[in-house]
């Protein structure tokens, strides 16, 4: 394979099969690794499309900055898509978000604002706007609204169908922006094709179940109210995985079946378990790799710990 650029491998990941969850289950469970894109997580998909749709629509031109608040993946798929098509990029995040994280957004050619930690993404969401407008040639990503973000998962939508010779019953992902949900939805419906889409979301905020939020430590899911992409396409169906349960997949996938993939892949794993049914092919999406998260605590075993663990390790 020969690609032209980085953005041209945005897509085409593999699906793999998920032992363990296809045994208990009965189920073929296939993990669709979106770690394999070019910044590493499921974000480019969602990037690119908004950014593309933005030149095409006029609103963003070579040359110009485009600005987002993220602490996460957002940002890295923001400043990759940013290096290849030659915008300049700004990510604004808070003063407490990771210095390795800092440093990987800065090697990719990105600027990074700092924002109180006391103000927490609200603050930077805030400054974000700010920015944008005292930066003449500047627009900001917006990817809980911008309709261009679910429209970037018709690919995906197309790619689970082929390979799985179009025998997919259900696809489980997690809702942060819920555009990639509300994106795959949207397109099986469109071809006409009965496949249900479920999302996952933190036990200790299940606001796509009516819930309040609490603290939890599922980074990139949870965000603490309903997404406008999850209401604009009514989608129902959801599974709630608690931190403990998320964390404790992710540690079994790691030791059992050398997948090292983030929290919120972890919590997705676990409800497709649940969800599965006897016969079914049902495809987990996991949003990225582990390695970004080795810094948080409980993560992966410390020195002296065992691997697989047993707290939290439920169904």
């Not at 999850?230 to 079994?252: G, H, I, M, P």
């Amino acid at each position: 394979m020969r690609a032209e650029n980085a953005l041209a491998l945005v897509g085409e990941t593999p699906l793999v099969r998920l032992g363990r969850a296809s045994r208990e289950s009965g189920a073929l469970v296939l993990g669709k690794l979106e770690a394999y894109n070019p910044s590493g997580s499921v974000k480019d998909r969602a990037v690119l499309a908004m950014v593309r749709a933005a030149e095409e629509g006029g609103r963003l031109a070579p040359g110009m900055s485009l600005v987002v608040a993220s602490a996460g993946n957002l940002a890295l798929s923001a400043a990759v898509v940013a290096a290849v098509r030659g915008y300049r990029c700004v990510v604004v995040a808070p003063e407490s978000a990771p210095a390795e994280w800092r440093r990987l957004v800065m090697g990719l050619g990105a600027e990074v604002v700092a924002t109180p930690a006391a103000d927490g993404m609200g603050g930077a969401l805030r400054r974000a706007q700010q920015e944008g407008r005292a930066r003449p040639e500047a627009w900001v990503l917006s990817p809980f609204t911008d309709e261009a973000a679910p429209a970037g998962f018709a690919a995906m939508a197309e790619e689970i169908w082929r390979d799985t010779d179009g025998r997919v019953a259900r696809v489980v992902v997690g809702v942060g922006t819920a555009a990639t949900a509300a994106g795959l939805s949207a397109a099986f419906a469109a071809r006409g094709r009965s496949v249900r889409v479920v999302g996952v979301e933190p036990a200790e905020a299940p606001n796509l179940h009516g819930g309040g939020g609490q603290p939890h430590r599922i980074a990139g899911i949870g965000t603490g109210f309903v997404p406008p992409h999850w209401q604009a396409a009514r989608l129902t169906e959801s599974v709630a995985v608690s931190s403990a349960d998320a964390v404790a997949e992710c540690r079994r996938l790691a030791a059992e079946e050398g997948l090292l993939v983030g929290p919120s892949s972890g919590a997705v794993v676990r409800a497709a378990r649940l969800c599965a049914r006897p016969g079914e092919v049902v495809v987990a999406v996991l949003a990225d790799g582990g390695e970004r998260y080795l810094a948080q605590p409980g993560y992966l075993p410390e020195a002296g710990e065992g691997g697989a663990p047993t707290p939290g390790d439920g169904p």
